[in-house]
Every structure is written in C-alpha cells, then in structure tokens.
C-alpha cells in the first residue's frame, strides 16, 4: 500500500462495508417495528405493554446505531486523501507495528490481504504520530512504533 489510489480502494471498501452494515441496521428496524405492531393490535394488559416497551427500546437502541453509522459514512467521506509530508487526518500510516488509515473510529479491516486499523484522529495513537514523518519513531503504549511510509 504505497500510492494514493491504494487509500482510496481502502476508503471505498471501508464505505461498503458501513453502508451494508446500515441496510442491515434499516431491516432489523423495520422488522422490529411491524413485529411491535403486530403484537400491539388488539392487545391489552400488562404482559402485552411490557412487551412493547421493550421492542420499543429495542428500536430505539438500533435507531442509534444507525445514527452513529450514518456519521461514520459522512466522516469519512469528508476525510480529505491528498498526500502529505507528515501525518494528518486522512493520511495511511505504516509503522513497523502495522498500517493505521487515521479517519473514523472503526477497529480492524482486510484490506489486500492486510491488516489497517482504522482510527480516529483523536485517538492516542493518532495523536501521537501526528505531525510526524517518514523515519520518525513514536512511543506509545510502551512500543516504540516507526514511521516507514506514508500516503
């Protein structure tokens, strides 16, 4: 992963990926909301109330998922991929520890056969390498993670 096109394959399968993970999140809502219809026609009492406030939450607690996806999607998409000297937002980091693509708060991704880890600029790590350049060493966690390249 040495050129900006590989950062920008990276960026479209990272998209995908929040995108699908969003069309799933949309079903388990819809169907979480017809089941809550479905099971509050006609009923009446306490079991039924109880179990409608419950799908309630439910729905709520997947409705903020995907609030939190749909920022993801937007984050990242406004992550400008220009080259730069140092480390900054957008930028693809190799260490001698692994790769790092400092956009969003994601965790781990396959990426050619590679680990990234995707982080977020305001992370610990993020911060420490930013600013940095190629052959610059960063200690973090104890490790000592070197810059090899850059893009």
Known sequence: ???????????????NTLNDRINLLKADIAGNVQEAADNNKGSAGDKHEVGFEMQSMEIEKL?????????????????QLTESSQVDTGSLVQTNHGHYFISIAFGQMKHRDQWVYIISPQSPLAQALMNKEVGQTVTFNGLDHRILSLV
């Open 63 to 79: 409705s903020l998922r995907l609030i939190e996806l749909e920022k993801m999607v937007f984050d990242l998409s406004n992550v």
């Open 1 to 15: 992963m040495t050129d900006n096109f590989e950062k920008r394959v990276l960026v479209t399968g990272l998209l």
